[in-house]
């Protein structure tokens, strides 16, 4: 079981997610931006962030890097609409600069998600 915040701004894909997680047995934090989430959310303390990278206000978002900064225990996935092999490269970009450790194609899906939060949650056997 994790802790997992969801961000995205559309209400039914946000609730959707949200109980695909609960199904799955996780505690869930739902928002509609980055700054819902910075204002309301980091005292959630979240495992993992399920964010879309398209969210408004750019604020946010960096927002949510800052705070990853400072808790690096945190796994971002990013959630994007990848609509062609050339645009890949910037949407990993993207994903890259905010810190995103899992880039995660639209539509989400119960088992992509939970195939994801698997390999995110699993110890690791470095040590």
């Keep these: ?10 209400i ?12 799955m047995g996780h505690v869930v934090d739902l928002h509609e931006n980055g700054c819902s989430f910075v204002e ?9 962030i399920l964010t879309d990278l398209l969210l408004p206000g750019i604020v946010g978002l ?8 400072e808790n690096s225990d945190v796994s971002l996935i990013g959630v994007a609409d990848i609509e062609s092999s050339d645009s ?4 990993l970009g993207w994903a890259k600069t905010i810190g995103a450790d899992l880039l995660m194609e639209r539509p989400v899906t119960s088992a992509k998600l939970e195939s994801a939060l698997d390999d995110m949650l699993r110890p ?3 040590g």
Excluded: C, H, W, Y
């Design 12 to 23: 039914t894909t946000r609730k959707q997610k949200g109980a695909m997680l609960e199904l």
């Design 88 to 91: 890949l490269p910037l949407t």
């Design 1 to 10: 079981m994790a802790r997992v915040t969801v961000i995205e701004e559309q």
């Design 124 to 126: 690791s056997s470095d």
């Design 40 to 48: 309301r959310g980091a005292a959630f303390k979240p495992n993992v």
């Design 62 to 69: 960096k927002a949510i890097r800052g705070l990853m900064t």
